[in-house]
C-alpha cells in the first residue's frame, strides 16, 4: 500500500484494509460511466466492524439498535472513503469514493460495485455460506466500502478459499432457509422476500436482518 495510505488508515483505526487490481471482467461489472472504467486499475478496500455487543443484542430479526447502528457504520465508511479519494487525488491519481450502502439498478438490485467481490479479491476475508465475507478476526460483521482508482500496486493479495469447514450455524439461524451447504447455492429471493417481511412488521425503514452475521461470531 502506499505510505499515505497506510498512514491514513492507521489515523482512522481502520484495522482491515487491501487492494486487489481490476480485471476487464471485473471492469465489465462497474455501473460507471466507461470514459471513467478504462482509466481505473485497482480496487481500495476497507472494512470497519459492526459491535458484537449490538449484533449480540439481535433476537428474532432487525431491531432499533442495529438499525441506527447500520446507519453509523454506512456513514463512517463514507466519510472515509471520501478523505481517501482525496489524498488519492492529492497524490495525483483518479480515485472513486464507492457508497458504502446504495443500490442503483433496483431491478437487478445491484450497486456500482460489489465490495464482498473486491473484499474477497483483495484478501480480507473468504465467501461463507451465508453469503457474507468471514473474516478470521471480525468474523461476518464487517462492514465494507471502496474506493477505485488508476493507482497500479506492485503485489497482489493471497485470495482465501472457503474456511466454513463442518460450521453450519447460520444454516439453523436463517429464517428464510436461505443458507445452503456452499455460497453459490444462497436463495437471494428467499433471503429479499424474508427481509421485507420482518422490516414491515418491526417497522425497521431499512432492509436489514442480521440473524446470520449473529450465528457466525464466536462468543465467549
Ligand atoms: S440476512 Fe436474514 S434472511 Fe437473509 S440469509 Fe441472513 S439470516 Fe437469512
Ligand atoms: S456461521 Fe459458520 S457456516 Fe455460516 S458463514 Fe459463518 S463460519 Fe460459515
Not at 489515523?11 to 481490476?22: E, T
Not at 433476537?59 to 432499533?64: K, M, N, T, V
Not at 478476526?137 to 464487517?142: H, K
Request: hydrophobic letters at 40%; proline letters at 4%.
Amino acid at each position: 500500500m502506499l505510505k499515505p495510505i497506510d498512514d491514513f488508515f492507521q489515523k482512522h483505526n481502520i484495522k482491515v484494509y487491501g487492494h486487489c487490481s481490476l480485471s476487464n471482467s471485473d471492469k465489465e461489472k462497474i455501473l460507471l460511466s466507461r470514459d471513467i472504467v478504462n482509466l481505473l486499475n485497482s480496487a481500495i478496500v476497507f472494512g470497519i466492524p459492526l459491535s458484537g455487543s449490538v449484533i449480540m443484542n439481535l433476537e428474532d430479526g432487525p431491531d432499533l439498535l442495529y438499525l441506527h447502528h447500520y446507519r453509523q457504520a454506512n456513514y463512517l465508511l463514507d466519510r472515509i472513503s471520501f478523505g481517501l479519494a482525496t489524498i488519492a487525488e492529492d497524490c495525483g491519481y483518479m480515485a472513486v469514493p464507492i457508497p458504502a450502502s446504495q443500490i442503483v439498478d433496483w431491478k437487478n438490485q445491484r450497486a456500482y460495485v460489489s465490495h464482498k467481490h473486491f473484499a474477497l479479491l483483495s484478501g480480507l476475508g473468504w465467501f461463507g455460506r451465508n453469503n457474507l465475507i468471514v473474516n478470521s478476526v471480525y468474523r461476518s460483521r464487517l462492514r465494507f466500502a471502496t474506493v477505485l482508482t488508476s493507482i497500479r500496486f506492485e503485489t497482489e493479495p493471497k485470495i482465501l478459499g472457503f474456511h466454513c469447514g463442518s460450521c453450519r450455524k447460520c444454516i439453523e439461524m436463517c429464517p428464510a432457509g436461505a443458507i445452503t451447504e456452499t455460497p453459490e447455492g444462497f436463495n437471494h429471493i428467499a433471503c429479499f422476500e424474508k427481509i421485507k417481511e420482518l422490516t414491515r412488521q418491526k417497522n425497521i425503514s431499512q432492509y436489514i436482518c442480521g440473524m446470520c452475521i449473529k450465528a457466525c461470531e464466536k462468543w465467549e
